[in-house]
């Protein structure tokens, strides 16, 4: 324990961020940075529990408590209290591939389960895990480390995601020759793709995809396995592949008004910006543009806030974002969101800030159900009907969504994203290699295991699990890895 009363002399501090006014004018990151001196305070705030939940990474009432790869949180709090930051680095990589990923974009589960928080605030694990892995980059200590022996066998990694890579990581580690396939012109998956660059700027992702290559890892990008290559190619040429194409089947919602002009699935108005930013720094108008537009996004959650951010930094002339869940309260429910369950608690993300910030007020609006479109009569979105909708719990459990007489509102949209969440992974690999799939059409492998229905086939991430966190497809990433060395070579040293 770095001090025993830490977490009583001092206070949970987050690093300040950027002014959201200011931040809305460009596409970098957000956040700014602790000092050593800052950062050592918030380690000191560390217990070192006996049992420390902060990483058991299990499921709780249906979300995840502590941290999935089991980051080894206490160590590493103690090593930086102690300024022993190259020391902190090799604990952190012991257990996570891509800390400058998580240490970014995770919700941090590890937080939610802290004993601290029983009785206070939670220690700033997340902000220590970025400053760790970022300062190791800064001084030189992490570099490429490819294995010293290689044994001969080859494996195929559909999708560059963080389970892909996590998994190439892994195999290459163990001396196997591994080549990520990638469908989109960039390597990374929904790091790339997905996570706005606010979030998570691309040069982060692209620095270790470089590391990774200098370790012998061969990426092929623009390359669509089911399609450019055929699945049962990819099978006879490999000792073994590992599926982890994710879960991108955006899910619809189906209503009078659907076709009309200006009604956008979320990952394709996010997509089409990123791609845009990238390519040209926006100047070539290849996306969908919010700017002096009203806009509506349909879905609560993470998708839903980052198509508000990007909204934002278009110019729009208004945001709100529909929820269908009731507006979370200030503090835990101790009996029915008892610690160590993640809390489910009011917070404003990054995105409500920035709204809040240019337009006076939270963007979300709670417990609304979207009715209708109504086009202008030349095919484009004018407007939209919601109602407000109440959840009931019958006497099995089972949720109950009815709508509220007399709640009915008209909303002037011109544009209007769909983020209401993804339905599995596409279907093009199953179909051709004949896969077994869950009652979710997700692809079929035990936990743990990972194999599928066919020989030399493994599956991993969301691709297998469903649409989850990042530190989850880490998780899958690196223990599918471990299962493949074992298929190859009947024993394995990978963690």
Known sequence: ????????????????????????????EFHKHFSDEQLKTQGARCMDCGTPYCH??????????????????????????????????????????FPEFTGRVCPAPCEGSCTVGLIGD????????????????????????????????????????????????????????????????????????????????????????????AEGIEFVTNTEIGKDITANELVENFDAVVLCGGSTRARDVQMEGRD??????????????????????????????AKDKNVIVIGGGDTGSDC???????????????????????????????????????????????????????PRAFSVLTKKFVGDGNGNLKELHTVQIERTVDETGRKIYSEIPGTEKVWPADLVFIAVGFEGPETPIIEQLGLAQDK???????????????????????????QSLVVWAINEGREAAREVDKYLMGASMLP
């Open 122 to 213: 939670a220690v700033t694990i997340k902000t220590i895990e970025q400053a760790i892995i970022d300062r190791g980059f800064d001084e030189g200590w992490v570099v490429p480390q490819p294995p010293k022996v290689r044994t001969g066998k080859r494996v195929a990694v559909v999708g560059s995601g963080p389970a892909g890579m996590a998994t190439a990581a892994q195999l290459n580690k163990a001396g196997h020759t591994v080549t990520v396939y990638e469908r989109a012109d960039r390597i990374g998956g929904l790091l790339t793709y997905g996570i706005p660059t606010m979030k998570l700027e691309k040069h982060v992702v692209q620095r270790r995809v470089d590391l990774m290559e």
């Open 308 to 362: 508000v951010a990007t909204a934002l930094r278009h110019g729009c002339k208004s945001v709100t974002q529909f929820g269908t869940h009731a507006k979370a309260p200030l503090e835990r429910d101790s009996i029915n969101n008892p610690w160590p369950q993640f809390p489910n608690v009011y917070t404003l993300d990054y995105a409500h800030e920035e709204a809040k910030a240019l337009f006076g007020e939270d």
């Open 440 to 466: 979710r059409s997700n692809v079929k492998a035990r936990y743990g295991k990972y194999v599928t229905s066919v020989d030399k086939v493994f599956a991993a991430g969301d691709m297998r699990r469903g």
């Open 56 to 97: 058991t990474g299990i499921e709780l009432a249906g979300s995840v408590s502590g941290c999935p790869v089991n980051n080894l949180i206490p160590e590493w709090n103690n090593l930086i209290y102690r300024g022993l930051w190259r020391e902190a680095l090799d604990r952190l990589h012991k257990t996570n591939n």
């Open 1 to 28: 324990m770095s001090t025993p009363t830490g977490f009583m002399e001092y206070q949970r501090e987050l690093p300040a961020d950027r002014d959201p006014l200011e931040r809305i004018k460009d596409w970098q």
């Open 260 to 289: 009309l002009n200006g009604v956008h699935m979320a990952m394709d108005y996010l997509n089409g910006t990123i791609k845009s930013y990238l390519d040209s720094n926006l100047e070539d108008g290849n996306y969908i543009s």
